[in-house]
């Protein structure tokens, strides 16, 4: 049974634990984490309050008592809404922590749940625009489907509302003689034209410019001011004025302004919101994975079928050939063979006798276990989801530019319209209206349209680029992320090889590889699909025999062309060494050699014999990608360290070892370890990225700084930040490359954005533009950010897929 805990990924310890004597402080489950603690740090000095700092959370709720939640809250856009939607969980009565992330729309609370229930959490975070649900829900095709019911509302009345400005109100503006305009508005006709440009303004406004006014009243709520406040103020002062302007009689309106301010802005926030919800990962398809139930074992022999929670320490389970190991345990009796890929990562099958440790999510896929449920009765399966949840609903450690500099512009423009404002009317001795026009102006012309779109329609491009190559970027803070990346992390078996069994030699007498598959076809397990996938089975099998953990026999019952085998057709085994030396079976001593050199390069050997003696010896293995060598050569020569990490022996790490562009390699590590020891580097000030395929890498590759997905496996995808599509590895100094040059576009946009507005800004200031320039010089500044977010990024070097 185990007892204490890893030092480095809290899994349980075996009985005596791992040391590393005088080398390293600290007890641990596998010699893969014991390693990895020896290399990197000292992990007793690594507590959870740093591991949550590394992850800068907003809350931190690691050693917070009581039950988590984890919810999926759309309609959060910035880090004032995490502020505020945190906020509203902890002013519940019950709830002890909250810790909110905007770009994977998670909140994890921690509550009493004698005090408070999860539907009364979830509701105190429902309203004012966000919706919550379980994690696992569909909120996000709702929220997009709102979106794009905003912006065609939006569009329509804005395109009414500007066909009158053009037919009739600018004409008027700008002098053009009376018998040249199609209406007077002077005139009842005119009233009722201004009527109608007030209610369609006032539903663009209201509908489509709710989000906006919400987070600007979020923001104020918070007191974080963010640019929504900016952009509702600007918008809002020129509805209001222009309103209050036709109640007084004047025919001078800028409901224009409010609605192009109002458009531009929801136009940049879909683009952003459609790559944000994409990073918002659903664990739907691994939950399926999860076992609910389990077959439980009473005292007089029966069995009985209880939900997983009922488990108790100390409870008999019974597991089947096809199904999952519910909970982790030791096995008491049985024997089977065990795949445990989903989980740790291992790529081989594993045998499973009493006294073992039995995997928690494991597929029992030849024989049958009892497995006695261990001190915690968790599954280590059902942790590595936990670990993802708590990591995704960590809040980025980088912020957007815009972000930031939030806090800093909103309040100084407001404050700049106001003296402006002032200066004109008191000192300038300039019309109260006029005074007006030029605090409307500076709030106008300071609008962060050209700030808004800088980063969503930049990134737009790099996605689609992306895409094009074969890769998907999930995340924006990829684009910040990848080009400081110091070290990069790889994991093996999927990603570094192909994750797919093959034959790999055949050493023996003629025949050997046909009688394999003869008897291999009935097994079920990986190395058995990767015979029967290599050679045509030398006939049917009759008396078959499936001995769990160590193989397979039968004899040769009907040959290939459909005749009966001989009457004294041999028995075939194939399988492990112990199999033979069961049976008593000679093995000759180059076969054992060759098995041991197999071994020992991480393949495995499977002996195939009849009459008595081993006839040969099949090798099958995880074939190593053939790019990988340029891969981690090229990553090697930008001056970023390569680390290799696998669930995998050290043997099968060797020839990764042996690389001189590889700096380290850790094996024997389950995912927890992974996640750890991407914290660690992390936490030795490294920029990390995570490469990794499974499940099983899904939390280390949400606690890097940049996860890079290979292939689409459901919650590895989820947890990236880009994926790679088409099985390249390749792709990855690509997606390297693509990101940094759409970082740099986001430079050169925001670099504009910014030098619009030290020009701008003092011209209003000093009474040059009025509203509607104002207005035009804003949307002149975002079509440049438009045209230059949609140019090829190949212009900066890229090189294509």
Do not use: C, N
């Given at each position: 049974m185990t007892r204490d805990s890893c030092t480095l990924c809290g899994l349980p310890t075996p009985e005596p634990p791992v040391t590393g004597g005088d080398d390293v402080d600290g007890a641990f489950c596998c010699r893969g984490c014991m390693e990895v603690a020896r290399t990197l740090e000292d992990p007793a000095a690594m507590d959870a309050a740093g591991a949550a700092d590394s992850l800068d959370t907003g809350a931190d709720t690691t050693d917070v008592d009581g039950e988590a939640a984890f919810l999926s809250v759309s309609g959060m856009h910035c880090a004032t809404c995490e502020a505020f939607v945190e906020a509203q969980a902890t002013d519940t009565e019950g709830v002890r922590a909250a810790s909110a992330s905007y770009p994977t729309e998670t909140l994890k609370v921690t509550y009493d749940p004698e005090t408070v229930d999860r539907e009364a959490v979830r509701a105190a975070v429902d309203g004012l625009g966000y919706s919550a649900t379980e994690r696992d829900g569909d909120a996000a095709a709702d929220d997009d489907e709102s979106e794009v019911g905003r912006l065609l509302v939006g569009g329509f009345f804005g395109m009414m509302t500007m066909l009158w400005y053009v037919l009739f109100l600018y004409p008027a503006y700008l002098d053009v003689p009376s018998a040249a305009q199609l209406l007077d508005l002077g005139g009842l006709a005119g009233s009722y034209l201004l009527a109608n440009v007030w209610l369609m303004a006032t539903v663009v406004l209201a509908y489509t410019g709710y989000p906006l006014f919400r987070g600007a009243y979020v923001s104020l709520r918070a007191g974080h001011p963010n640019m929504d406040l900016l952009v509702g103020i600007a918008a809002g002062a020129a509805y209001v004025f222009s309103t209050a302007t036709i109640l007084t009689g004047g025919r001078e309106v800028y409901f224009d302004v409010a609605i192009?301010?109002?458009?531009?802005?929801?136009?940049?926030?879909?683009?952003?919101?459609?790559?944000?919800?994409?990073?918002?990962?659903?664990?739907?398809?691994?939950?399926?994975?999860?076992?609910?139930?389990?077959?439980?074992?009473?005292?007089?022999?029966?069995?009985?079928?209880?939900?997983?929670?009922?488990?108790?320490?100390?409870?008999?389970?019974?597991?089947?050939?096809?199904?999952?190991?519910?909970?982790?345990?030791?096995?008491?009796?049985?024997?089977?063979?065990?795949?445990?890929?989903?989980?740790?990562g291992e790529s081989t099958p594993v045998g499973a006798t009493p006294g073992d440790d039995a995997v928690g999510g494991a597929v029992v896929t030849d024989g049958r276990l009892v497995v006695v449920v261990g001190d915690d009765a968790a599954s280590t399966l059902d942790r590595v989801v936990r670990v993802l949840w708590d990591v995704q609903s960590a809040r980025p450690g980088v912020q957007r530019l815009v972000d930031r500099v939030a806090a800093v512009f909103v309040p100084l423009v407001v404050v700049l319209a106001g003296v402006a404002g002032g200066w004109h009317l008191l000192a300038g001795g300039a019309a109260a209206n006029e005074a007006l026009l030029v605090g409307l102006s500076v709030l106008v012309v300071s609008c962060p349209c050209a700030l808004g779109l800088a980063t969503p329609l930049a990134v737009a491009r790099g996605v689609q680029e992306a895409l094009d190559g074969g890769v998907v970027v999930t995340d924006v803070s990829a684009f910040e992320a990848a080009p400081a990346v110091d070290t990069v992390v790889f994991d093996k078996t999927g990603t570094l090889t192909t994750g797919e069994m093959r034959v790999r030699d055949v050493v023996g007498d003629d025949g050997v590889l046909a009688r394999a598959a003869a008897v291999e076809q009935y097994a079920d397990h990986p190395v058995a699909a990767a015979i029967t996938d290599d050679a045509t089975p030398a006939g049917d099998i009759d008396d078959f025999e499936r001995v769990p953990g160590r193989g397979v026999a039968g004899s040769l019952a009907v040959r290939p062309d459909g005749a009966a085998a001989a009457a004294d057709a041999p028995r075939v085994v194939a399988g492990n060494r112990a199999l033979f030396d069961d049976r008593g079976w000679r093995v000759p001593e180059a076969y054992a050699e060759r098995a041991g050199d197999a071994r020992a390069n991480g393949n495995v050997p499977v002996f195939v014999g009849w009459d008595g003696e081993a006839r040969g010896v099949v090798v099958a293995g995880d074939r190593p990608r053939d790019e990988w060598t340029d891969v981690v050569s090229a990553l090697d020569a930008d001056g970023r360290d390569v680390v290799v990490v696998t669930g995998d022996d050290p043997e099968a790490a060797a020839r990764f070892r042996d690389h001189d562009a590889i700096a380290a390699v850790f094996a024997g590590v389950p995912p927890e370890g992974k996640t750890e020891a991407v914290r660690s580097l992390r936490a030795d000030g490294e920029t990390v990225a995570m490469v990794g395929d499974g499940v099983n890498d899904a939390p280390a590759l949400a606690a890097a700084d940049l996860g890079v997905a290979l292939d689409h496996a459901a919650l590895a995808a989820d947890a990236a930040d880009a994926v790679v599509t088409t099985e390249d590895l390749g792709a990855v100094p690509r997606v390297f490359a693509l990101t940094d040059a759409t970082n740099g576009r986001i430079r050169q946009n925001l670099a504009w954005a910014f030098c619009y507005n030290a020009i701008a800004v003092p011209l209003a200031v000093a009474g040059v533009l009025n509203p509607l320039f104002a207005a035009g010089a804003m949307t002149v500044s975002s079509l440049l950010v438009v045209g230059n977010s949609t140019r090829s990024l190949l212009d900066d070097g890229v090189a294509g897929p």
């Open positions: 192009v301010v109002v458009l531009a802005v929801t136009v940049g926030d879909y683009y952003e919101g459609r790559v944000k919800r994409a990073a918002a990962g659903r664990l739907a398809d691994l939950t399926e994975e999860r076992v609910d139930d389990a077959t439980r074992r009473r005292a007089d022999g029966t069995t009985e079928t209880v939900a997983i929670e009922e488990l108790q320490a100390g409870d008999e389970v019974v597991v089947g050939t096809g199904e999952r190991i519910p909970v982790d345990g030791v096995v008491t009796s049985g024997s089977a063979t065990v795949d445990e890929s989903l989980v740790t």
